[in-house]
Nanobody, 116 residues
Framework: QVQLVESGGGLVQAGGSLRLSCAAS????????MGWYRQAPGKQRELVAAITSGGSANYADSVKGRFAISRDNAKNMVYLQMNSLKPEDTAVYYCNLGYVIGPPLWGQGTQVTVSS
């Protein structure tokens, strides 16, 4: 059974930085895509950034140039470096693991709050 555990969320002032980490445990197969999604109150969950096991990354337009996703395949870890944070980045951030076939897996989420 695969588990995804996020860490690194918290409260930060606008303009600050946070680094989220996600540890995947269990039977992890490659190729896969790991990513970060977020959900703000009253809004739908949205993709923030994703990265394939081959290292190809994509980002939501709203975070391009501010966030950077990376992964360590040997450790089954994915990271999200968030810089120049804005109040509108406030949300619960979820780690995601997806394969070509089958449903994606989700972590429990970590709260990120950016104060103005």
């Amino acid at each position: 059974q695969v588990q995804l555990v996020e860490s690194g969320g918290g409260l930060v002032q606008a303009g600050g930085s946070l680094r989220l980490s996600c540890a995947a445990s269990g039977n992890i197969f490659r190729p896969n895509t790991m990513g970060w999604y977020r959900q703000a109150p009253g809004k739908q969950r949205e993709l923030v950034a994703a990265i394939t096991s081959g290292g190809s990354a994509n980002y939501a337009d709203s975070v391009k140039g501010r966030f950077a996703i990376s992964r360590d395949n040997a450790k089954n870890m994915v990271y999200l470096q968030m810089n120049s944070l804005k109040p509108e980045d406030t949300a619960v951030y979820y780690c995601n693991l997806g394969y070509v076939i089958g449903p994606p897996l989700w972590g429990q989420g970590t709260q990120v709050t950016v104060s103005s």
